[in-house]
């Protein structure tokens, strides 16, 4: 029921927490238009939602339900909107994304406070806008803002927008009062009411601008459908509307039942179950105020930028003063960066660089709530970090190790309250990265997992629970797909066909391009370190031991599996890096032959399957979802792929155990074949 304010109907949408546009609230809406349409005491309507949301557009959870084709469902509420006799306008505060946005579009006046953020970011869930988004937000915002928000997916704030032309009126308070006053204004005029579908589109304009965008799409944007769809109901815009209503809505519906908007839904509500303990281990986390982070090289200041952004107070501690000041020089030359940048107010700047306390002072550890360790990736190394921890670290502080691989128990160990102790594998650059794997012990409490989880969040990161195991959930499974390409290569393939192949299946890099990146010889010195405990039985890779032995040691060197001149890769590989991969292979006894894109692909997803269901079996990883998240957030695994689980789940399952067995017998001796029973049940909320 609306409320009768000096005839006006104020319509207060209200389903919390977002007001998302689902069956019940679009009900609601429509009721209380129908009713305000027949009052005769009202003159005009409002819409508002909470301070927190106007909306954020549909419900994702009813996609794909007999409750999203429930009347009114949003186009036909939109259509109801803009035919109303009586002025309809939005009042929006907090967030108008998606549904929410098309529904203020649809409203005959648009007034908003600044800090308000309007978008459209159906793009994200492999989606375009489908009640109406790609046709009234150029007509309203002209094309260049309107596919900016649409084609990035990123909202902006209504004082960006404000010359837009999107809203009639942008305000620091007082929305409602604001919003009444248009009402009474459009209720006043004498002209007919302001309506999207009667705007009009230059046509040679609209197809100027679509053939320019279309051609610079990115090859990773080329692979899913969304982008080229959104650019075929743009140019639908320049029609006459209901035709270009029917274009997008086709285009809408055919993305929504396809496989990548499946797999970015699974990924979205994947994202929100991994940041939650199961409830065996829940508990109440330790209040974490003040941070200590011990080593300032680039991991251990990334760490320290993202806790001085979440507010938090750091220590950085460092063994001398020369690395304590190049550390300190890399906060400040962040900070400085972003304020020259214009992404960051001074104010904020100095403010998150005044909570930063430099020392090579153990004895300040016992101010800390909880201690990161970030120093060098070598066990004896950190066994003696942590004796110092100990011995200076307050009764009660949680003590993380940030490690990609070692054993977080034989570093628990050497302290005398392993039950403390809790890996956290930031990865780099850690102020950028989303991806936090939260490792848990033998003796790791319930309540410093939930503080190591508690404080991912609070560092705007996705936090993921990892059973300690060797590289954890994503290195484990980048380890197994690492060799799987390798093998590739003696096969028959070279890198460049493998990275090619790879990137032409989404991901962000292939597997010898990272390695470049990284620098071949981390790889290296681990597998140095694993010779002596290595099964001479096993197929082993010795490629890049060789290049390393030669000096290559990727992009630092300007020469690895591929070359480099002037900092950029040549693409393809050169005599030398032939010439080692045809011997190993002639020592292998394999008779090289070419592998085609589809084959070097299902081999290094089959790869990832088989770990990821060891993985699960040994109780590394909590949940199948969540190995997908891992992937996709930490390892450019492409998100519209949904992960290798949800990939394994869309294939035959007869033809998947077959093509295992066989990748099996092509690795030999110790390759552990993985049963696929749980990986591909499918039964996790």
């Not at 998150?352 to 002072?361: E, F, I, K, Y």
């Amino acid at each position: 029921m609306f409320e009768l304010q000096d005839s006006i109907a104020i319509i207060k949408l209200n389903r919390p927490p977002v007001n998302s546009l689902g069956a019940a609230l679009r009900q609601q809406i429509a009721s209380d238009l129908e009713q305000a349409q027949a009052h005769k005491g009202v003159r005009a309507v409002v819409l508002i939602g909470s301070d927190k949301a106007f909306s954020a557009g549909a419900d994702v959870s009813e996609f794909g339900t007999p409750l999203q084709r429930q009347e009114p469902i949003l186009p036909t509420l939109l259509a109801r909107i803009q035919d109303s006799s009586k002025p309809v306008v939005a009042a929006i505060s907090g967030v108008a994304l998606g549904g929410g946005l098309e529904l203020a579009m649809a409203c005959h006046g648009r007034v908003a406070l600044e800090s308000a953020k309007l978008g459209l970011p159906e793009i994200t869930l492999g989606l375009i806008p489908g009640a109406s988004g790609t046709q009234a937000l150029p007509r309203l915002a002209g094309l260049s803002v309107a596919y900016t928000l649409m084609q990035s997916g990123v909202p902006q704030s209504a004082r960006q927008l404000a010359e837009s032309g999107l809203l009639d009126q942008v305000v620091a308070t007082d929305l409602l009062q604001a919003a009444q006053a248009h009402a009474t204004e459009l209720a006043n005029s004498n002209t007919p009411l302001p309506r999207v579908r009667e705007r009009q589109l230059d046509a040679a304009a609209v197809q100027a601008f679509v053939n320019e965008q279309r051609s610079k799409l990115s090859p990773r944007q080329k692979l899913q459908p969304a982008y080229t769809a959104l650019l075929d109901a743009l140019l639908a815009a320049s029609g006459d509307w209901a035709s270009g209503l029917a274009r997008e809505r086709a285009l809408f519906l055919k993305l929504q039942s396809g496989l990548p908007a499946q797999a970015l839904r699974y990924q979205f509500f994947a994202e929100r179950q991994a940041s939650k303990l199961p409830a065996s281990l829940q508990a109440e986390p330790r209040p974490v105020h003040t941070v200590a982070v011990i080593g300032a090289g680039t991991m251990g200041a990334g760490i320290a930028i993202c806790a001085l952004d979440a507010g938090l107070s750091v220590l950085l501690l460092e063994q001398d003063d020369a690395a304590l000041q190049r550390g300190q020089q890399r906060v400040n030359d962040h900070y400085q960066s972003r304020v020259t940048a214009g992404k960051m107010k001074a104010a904020v700047a100095a403010a998150a660089q005044a909570r930063l306390t430099p020392t090579t002072d153990w004895a300040q550890l016992k101010r800390a709530d909880l201690v990161i360790e970030a120093v060098f990736e070598d066990i004896g190394v950190k066994q003696a970090v942590f004796q110092q921890i100990d011995t200076h670290a307050r009764a009660g502080a949680v003590l993380a190790t940030n490690t990609s691989y070692l054993d977080v128990d034989a570093i628990a160990g050497v302290t005398q309250r392993p039950q403390d102790v809790l890996g956290l594998h930031f990865f780099s650059p850690a102020n950028v990265m989303k991806l936090l794997e939260v490792v848990c012990g033998a003796k790791t409490s319930a309540d410093v997992l939930a503080t190591g989880m508690a404080l991912g969040k609070t560092l705007k990161k996705l936090p993921v629970l990892s059973g300690n195991a060797f590289g954890f959930i994503g290195n484990r499974i980048y380890n197994a797909y690492r060799q799987q390409c390798e093998f590739m290569l003696e096969d028959g393939a070279w890198p460049e066909d493998v990275d090619n192949a790879l990137q032409g299946f989404g991901f962000a890099m292939g597997p010898f391009a990272v390695a470049d990146l990284s620098g071949l010889d981390i790889a290296w010195r681990m597998r140095k370190a694993q010779a002596a405990t290595r099964d001479p039985r096993e197929r082993y890779v010795a490629i890049l031991d060789h290049l390393c032995e030669a000096g290559r040691l990727g992009r630092k060197t300007d020469a690895g599996y591929y070359t480099y001149k002037d900092g950029r890769q040549v693409k393809t590989t050169d005599a030398l890096v032939r010439q080692t991969i045809e011997q190993a292979s002639a020592q292998r006894g394999i008779t090289r032959r070419s592998l085609v894109p589809e084959e070097i692909q299902r081999r290094a997803l089959l790869a990832m399957v088989n770990e990821a269901a060891l993985l699960l079996s040994e109780g590394i990883a909590s949940r199948a979802s969540d190995i997908d998240v891992v992937l996709v957030q930490g390892y450019g695994f492409p998100r519209w792929q949904g992960g290798p689980v949800f990939w394994a789940r869309q294939q035959d399952r007869t033809v998947l155990e077959h093509d295992l067995q066989s990748l099996a017998a092509e690795a030999g001796y110790g390759y552990v074949r993985a049963d696929l029973s749980t990986l591909l049940k499918v039964d996790e909320s």
